[in-house]
């Protein structure tokens, strides 16, 4: 990487560690009872398949825990690093894996990767364009490195370093947000689109760092500066051109990490974080009415929006507030009622981009086998990625070992799924803190995929 590139990437890690948390110190599993109490849950695993109204304070939850007959903790099998390009099969549950960049090494004619590493951008950010075909590679690539979606050879490289995210449903497409416009993209012919330009509006962002376009392609929520320099957010529609209400985000409570717009575009979600180091979350109408304030610290987070069976908007992630604290739960976003869908585990980040399988969610596991042998009661996964339905029945598929050792916030797993779910993609130092960090890609099948 560049020393022009370097800086930005180390402020933006920053800032994101500031925002988005680093890995948790849990407590000794055996003196959180009172966290599991009342809970139950019923595990299947396969292996190998691999509104209106007044703001209220949304509280309650729903899920029974029974476990009787958990799954064993599985040690993380020692194998050699593979090498770039290399395919191989986890030896515990068969699902192959291919490291698809390489550290330090070029990725053809005008790419090459920093030293340190070569990854996916985040858990929660499409990896993959809609119909799969490339795969894009963000942080120490200096810009944006392309890859084959399938066989993940290099394709091309554009030295782009602003906000840009897939579109869900048009494959060419990226959707861009400098800081004072916003820009359809395309980056195989490099060109841009201009469809949003405010005269009003400065310092606009994408989250930042974190946010998506609603699943239809539609809208997005933006972050800016309005004429008198006051931090707000609003709604945005790409495809009517229209803008919704401002959000005061300067008024609320504590500081702003980001906001996001809902998977069905009808809410943007904002989340702060009060002097105390409290995360709280608060729920908008996209015309700017709020419907819901979730007090309680980070209840969810490190999570992701999806559309429940019902139709309805829900944000999935990792609890760190009784009484579901450490647990990974679902919670409504119009009125706030929370479903637990695990025991309490070393869950660090929850991602739902299979957008195109909807009712899953694929989960990155950190902790390590020490902590987890002993932890009864406790969900019995550590550097694994486990994919989880979200109706709460416990079914699961535990599809591959992670082999990372967190040491800072690019070595964490982050898992995230291709849009059809049949791919997914994790960082990992192979069990090297401070070590050169690569990117891998699972292969799953799915009984009912078709061919």
Same mark, same amino acid.
């Given at each position: 990487m560049s020393?022009? +590139? %370097?800086p930005r990437l180390i402020r933006r890690a920053t800032a994101m560690q500031r925002q988005l948390g680093t890995p948790d110190?849990?407590?000794? @599993?055996?003196?959180?009872?009172? +966290? =599991? %109490?009342?809970?139950? /849950? $019923?595990? /299947?695993? /396969?292996? @190998?398949?691999?509104?209106?109204?007044? &703001?209220t304070e949304g509280q309650s939850f729903t899920?029974? =825990?029974?476990?009787?007959?958990? @799954?064993a903790v599985v040690a993380t099998p020692a194998i050699p690093r593979p090498a770039y390009l290399q395919t191989v099969r986890d030896p515990v549950f068969g699902t192959p894996f291919t490291r698809v960049t390489d550290p330090g090494g070029r990725l053809g004619k005008d790419? &090459? $990767?920093?030293?340190?590493? $070569?990854? +996916? %951008?985040?858990?929660?950010?499409?990896?993959w364009n809609a119909d799969q075909s490339l795969l894009v590679i963000t942080n120490g690539c200096s810009g944006m490195c392309f890859l084959d979606g399938r066989t993940y050879r290099p394709l091309f490289h554009r030295p782009m370093g602003e906000e840009c995210? *897939?579109?869900?449903?048009r494959a060419e497409e990226m959707v861009c947000v400098y800081d004072d416009r916003v820009t359809l993209w395309w980056p195989r012919t490099d060109e841009h689109q201009v469809v949003y330009r405010p005269d009003d509006y400065s310092d606009l962002s994408f989250g930042p760092y974190k946010g998506n376009v609603s699943a239809d392609g539609r809208r997005l929520a933006l972050r800016a500066r309005d004429a008198t320099g006051m931090l707000v957010a609003f709604a945005y529609d790409l495809e009517e051109r229209r803008k919704f209400p401002d959000i005061p985000v300067a008024a609320l409570p504590g500081e702003n990490g980001y906001c996001g717009i809902s998977a069905t575009g009808r809410f943007v979600m904002c989340f702060q974080t009060l002097p105390t180091g409290r995360e709280t979350v608060h729920v908008f109408t996209v015309d700017g009415e709020l419907i819901q304030v979730w007090p309680e610290h980070h209840r969810p987070g490190h999570g992701d929006m999806a559309i429940d069976e019902d139709g309805r908007d829900v944000y999935i992630g990792i609890s760190k507030a009784d009484p579901d604290k450490w647990h990974v739960i679902k919670r409504r976003l119009e009125d706030g009622s929370v479903t637990v869908l695990t025991p309490p585990g070393?869950?660090? +980040?929850?991602?739902? %981009?299979n957008i195109r399988r909807p009712g899953w969610v694929f989960l990155s596991y950190?902790?390590?086998?020490?902590?987890?042998?002993?932890?009864?009661? *406790? &969900?019995?996964?550590?550097r694994e990625i486990v994919a989880l339905r979200i109706d709460g029945s416990g079914e699961l598929r535990r599809i591959v070992h992670t082999h990372n050792d967190v040491s800072d916030y690019y070595s964490e797993i982050h898992a995230s799924p291709s849009p059809d779910g049949s791919q997914v993609i994790w960082s990992s130092n192979w069990g090297e803190p401070g070590g050169p960090v690569a990117d891998y890609v699972a292969r799953i099948d799915w009984p009912d995929a078709k061919p």
């Open positions: 020393t022009l +590139h %370097r110190s849990r407590p000794d @599993p055996g003196c959180t009872s009172a +966290h =599991v %109490r009342g809970l139950a /849950l $019923c595990l /299947l695993v /396969l292996l @190998p398949l691999g509104l209106a109204g007044p &703001a899920g029974s =825990v029974t476990f009787p007959s958990r @799954p790419m &090459a $990767c920093d030293e340190e590493m $070569c990854r +996916h %951008r985040y858990s929660s950010t499409q990896a995210k *897939w579109h869900p449903t070393y869950a660090s +980040h929850a991602s739902v %981009r950190e902790g390590s086998y020490d902590k987890v042998k002993e932890a009864s009661g *406790w &969900a019995p996964f550590y």
